[in-house]
Nanobody, 123 residues
Framework: VQLQASGGGLVQAGDSLRLSCAAS????????MGWFRQAPGKERKFVAG????????RLADSVKGRFTISTDNAKNLVYLQMNSLKPEDTAVYYC?????????????????WGQGTLVTVSS
């Protein structure tokens, strides 16, 4: 499985961005997909996850009400729509596929990772 994240950039506080994650190879809709982020000097943390088969989603408390995760299964794409961005959202964002058919929320529960896309939010 290969994952390619894109869509990052430099924006101002309050702006929006949409990240995309393109999956290729031996993809499977039974395994949840997730978005994580890693700020400089900090651990990689769960941001959002989605079950590709049922469509249920989970969001970290820090992004609820601002971020939305969605999927286009026909195109093997997962999106992270980010609205009302804040400077504290600045990080490298990674998409990943779960090791399990259940959704978990730590990086060790994911086995395939994209290369990351940088989001910088200026104040």
């Amino acid at each position: 499985v290969q994952l390619q994240a894109s869509g990052g950039g430099l924006v101002q506080a309050g702006d929006s961005l949409r990240l995309s994650c393109a999956a290729s190879g031996r993809t499977c809709r039974y395994y949840p997909m997730g978005w994580f982020r890693q700020a400089p000097g900090k651990e990689r943390k769960f941001v959002a996850g989605i079950n590709l088969s049922g469509g249920s989603t989970r969001l970290a408390d820090s992004v609820k009400g601002r971020f939305t995760i969605s999927t286009d299964n026909a195109k093997n794409l997962v999106y992270l729509q980010m609205n009302s961005l804040k400077p504290e959202d600045t990080a490298v964002y990674y998409c990943a596929r779960s090791k399990s058919v259940r959704m978990f929320f730590t990086k060790d529960d994911y086995e395939y990772w994209g290369q990351g896309t940088l989001v910088t939010v200026s104040s």
